[in-house]
């Protein structure tokens, strides 16, 4: 049979089939088995997501239900267990640096499909993704030690790993601390034709926590952590395309650049919660602080250097160009919040969060001669500064009303309020003499959700779904006739599903069809240069998801889940030169991914497995299709296997990720100069086949 799987979207402990929502879930065993090293290498094996990469890990966007990040906000929220991470605001560049975690010591990834602004707030318009990590045992003593190695072609060296975990009981069935580590090396197989150099994308993640876990009563769990991750990459992945032919210009696997692109970003995040049952009820207080430091270094040579001439009225040639981009963000939050117990009949929810966010966006680009040198008279070309700070605080509720044994009605209301202060502080050569603009914005939005649930039989569920979420607005750049600030983004999503157990729990089959209405859609437009918000007009989403798991005999287990997901412009938006009916950037239409699975006994305690799965993605668009300058990215799929062997203290691993090694692009984007004239299509490449070998030992 099909094992249950817990799931805690309602914010209750709640088996994930008979929740009136669209959810998937990843086991933290069933990622490891490819043992990927961010989101982008096992994302796709959950339908309906679609994830755009930078070409390194911690450079991703994530998008739901063809609700694409057109503008510089998240439309899907990000969770660690009873936390959100990731900027409300609109400059903290939240949309393409998702919370991108390196997946060890995860329990699972949930992933929630559909507006989830009721009990999540704002930034959930397309969903939620949220993964839950594991908690100390309070009986129990473990240590768990591992490391891999492995291979990916045309890389420069061998790519490892060492990782480890110790559960230790401080007072037994009563307090326990756990603390986990990793530290992941991966070797660059991307080179530079215009340098010269060779295997310029090396990255290295490590991150360390610690979660002591402690119940000093009956009635009260105390649980709290302290995590820390750092991403570091030279360059990324990007190979450069001709615009004319669409082919590599110098290989595959070659680059155009003169100048290094590296990527950095540290998360330090410290969490307190504690549960305490009250009986008629569970009062819950979830505390978090957390900080974020990310800077991405982009070579603007070709964008900027060309420029020189004209700036100088030809005195200086053409240059280079380091455009620099740093991102602070300090965030604390409060939630506490009133759960009753899990019974039949009624159940209610209520609940208060708060909110503190500052951040910081640093953008530095230089002017400097071929050899490197800088140029005095052009130095800096821009320095800006845009601190923001953001406050929300927000009133929660739900409620779940049985009418009958068989049906039942779920209900619930959000009320928040935010309020942001901003400044523009600016100078250089592009941006002219030095000024300091401050900004403020407030608004009130209320969100809902309506469920109505009926239990077929005791197998079979149906549902409906009605709900709405935004995304938050805030101050606008200084510029003339640009509107001082702008509106949040609203939808409301309509949706209906059924879930299902059949053939003795042997069949899992899920599947819901949805249509979302999003208005007042914010975008980046951009006038001389200057990029600002604002409001775009409408848009609408429309499709269907699937997704089965089946036990056909004893020791196999196959899965297929897909997408279908057709989202558009309801209206004409100029600033990103959209029509009405064009399909929104970013979203493929179509998606599926195929696993099978086969363990069996060997000797004695120890078992074996074979595993294979298929995940393919079809083509995207990097702008709407009436924009001269979009791009199509191709369709593509890859092919994983894996292989084991383990009894309860050794497990073995052999993985291929990218099996037939694939040539594809996963993003495109295409360089054009501050003159109008189009350079290259950079093209981020999907990491080629790598081969490994993992260990993990139990004690």
């Known amino acids: 049979m ?205 991150g360390a926590r610690v979660s002591v876990l402690w119940r000093p009563t009956a009635p009260v769990t105390v649980r709290l952590s302290a995590m820390f991750q750092n991403v570091d990459s030279r360059n990324n992945s990007v190979v450069a395309y ?28 410290y969490t307190a919660s504690v549960d305490w049952d009250l009986d008629f009820a569970t009062l819950t207080s979830a505390s978090s602080y957390s900080k974020a430091e990310t800077q991405t270094v982009q070579d603007a040579s070709a964008i900027y250097g060309v420029a020189y001439p004209i700036l100088t009225r030809g005195l200086v040639p053409a240059g280079l160009s380091r455009f620099t981009l740093s991102l602070d963000h300090e965030k604390f939050t409060q939630e506490v ?125 149906l549902y409906v779904r009605v709900a709405s979420s935004y995304r938050p607005g805030g101050p606008n750049v200084t510029l003339p006739n640009v509107p001082p600030s702008v509106d949040a983004d609203t939808l409301v999503s309509y949706e209906t599903g059924v879930k299902s157990t059949l053939f003795d729990g042997r069949l899992q089959a899920n599947a819901t069809v949805f249509y979302v209405d999003w208005d007042d859609v914010q975008i980046s437009a951009s006038s001389g240069g200057f990029t600002y918000l604002q409001n775009g007009g409408k848009a609408k989403s429309a499709g269907l998801e699937f997704e089965t798991v089946f036990i056909p005999v004893d020791g196999w287990r196959l899965g297929a889940n897909g997408a279908y997901t057709d989202p558009t412009f309801a209206s004409d938006v100029p600033a990103v030169g959209a029509a009405d009916g064009d399909h929104l950037p970013l979203i493929p239409k179509y998606s599926f991914a195929l696993t099978a699975d086969y363990g069996w006994d060997v000797v004695g305690d120890w078992g074996a497995n074979v595993g294979a799965g298929y995940r393919w993605t079809g083509a995207v668009n990097s702008l709407p299709e009436s924009s001269p300058l979009f791009v199509r990215t191709k369709s593509y ?56 070998l993992s260990l993990d030992i139990t004690y």
């Open 337 to 461: 919040r009133l759960t009753s117990p899990t019974r039949d009949g009624f159940e209610w929810m209520l609940g208060g969060f708060y909110t503190k966010e500052d951040s910081t966006n640093l953008q530095y680009a230089t002017a400097q001669s071929m050899n490197g040198t800088v140029i005095s008279a052009l130095n800096p070309l821009a320095d800006a500064s845009l601190p923001s700070t953001y406050k929300e605080v927000a009133v929660f509720g739900n409620a779940t009303l049985a009418l009958t044994d068989r049906f039942d009605v779920t209900a619930g209301l959000r009320w928040a309020r935010n309020e942001q202060d901003f400044e523009q502080i600016s100078q250089g050569v592009l941006l002219g003499a030095p000024i300091r603009v401050p900004g403020q914005s407030s608004e009130n939005v209320t969100t809902f959700m309506v469920s109505p649930r009926f239990r077929v039989d005791d197998d079979v569920m």
């Open 2 to 206: 099909l094992e249950e799987i817990i799931v805690t979207a309602q914010k209750r402990l709640e088996n994930l089939q008979t929740v009136p929502a669209s959810i998937s879930v990843l086991s933290g065993e069933r990622i490891a088995k490819a043992s990927p090293s961010g989101l982008a290498d096992y994302a796709a094996y959950l339908p309906g997501i679609a994830i755009r990469s930078g070409g390194s890990p911690g450079q991703v966007s994530v998008s739901l239900r063809g609700i694409s990040t057109i503008g510089p906000g998240a439309t899907v929220g990000t969770y660690i267990d009873d936390t959100p991470l990731g900027s409300s605001a609109n400059y903290a560049r939240a949309a393409i640096y998702a919370l991108d975690l390196f997946p060890y010591d995860i329990e699972q990834v949930e992933l929630l499909r559909g507006p989830q602004g009721t009990l999540y707030g704002a930034s959930t318009m397309g969903g939620l993704l949220k993964y839950v990590t594991r908690k100390p045992v309070l009986d129990d003593t473990q240590m768990k030690l591992g490391s891999e190695l492995s291979g990916t072609d045309g890389a420069g060296g061998a790519n490892w790993g060492v990782r480890g975990q110790i559960n230790l009981p401080v007072i037994q069935d009563r307090m326990a601390v756990q603390a986990s580590f990793y530290r992941q090396k991966n070797e660059g197989y991307i080179d530079n034709s215009r340098t010269g150099s060779q295997d310029i994308n090396p990255s290295t993640q490590k």
């Open 242 to 269: 001709d615009i004319a032919t669409d082919q590599p210009i110098a290989g595959r696997l070659d680059s155009r650049y003169y100048l290094d692109q590296p990527f950095t970003k540290d998360l330090d995040l």
């Open 637 to 692: 799929g890859v092919l994983d296997l894996n292989a084991g062997v383990s009894n309860d203290m050794v497990a073995l691993r052999l993985y291929v990720r990218n099996a037939t090694n694939s040539h594809a692009t996963t993003a495109a984007s295409l360089i054009t100069t501050a003159l109008g004239s189009s350079v290259q299509i950079d093209r981020t490449v999907f990491q080629p086949r790598t081969i490994g």
